[in-house]
């Protein structure tokens, strides 16, 4: 059986959604997502998301180690459990 898309994601829940929808397979995105990023993080609001620095977006919500390495380009959220 292959994992596609639409069994292993709820696209209402992304922001990805757009770049997943046009994907059968979960891999076909891969090639895709720095563009997706770059498009993506301009249109991220201000007050939801740090901008540290070129190609880079977090969540203010996520938690970061001190010591982590972010480059981008990154487009970084906390995760949600997902409610059935």
Known sequence: MM??????????????APLLARCRY???AL?????FIRELGPTLSAEEYD?????VWIA???R???TASITGPVS?????AHET
């Open 3 to 16: 994992i596609t898309v639409e069994s292993l994601f709820d696209l209402s829940h992304t922001a990805a």
């Open 26 to 28: 979960p891999w076909e």
């Open 31 to 35: 090639p895709e997502i720095a563009r």
């Open 51 to 55: 901008h540290p620095s070129e190609e």
């Open 60 to 62: 203010k919500s996520a």
């Open 64 to 66: 970061v180690a001190p």
């Open 76 to 80: 970084y959220t906390h995760l949600r």
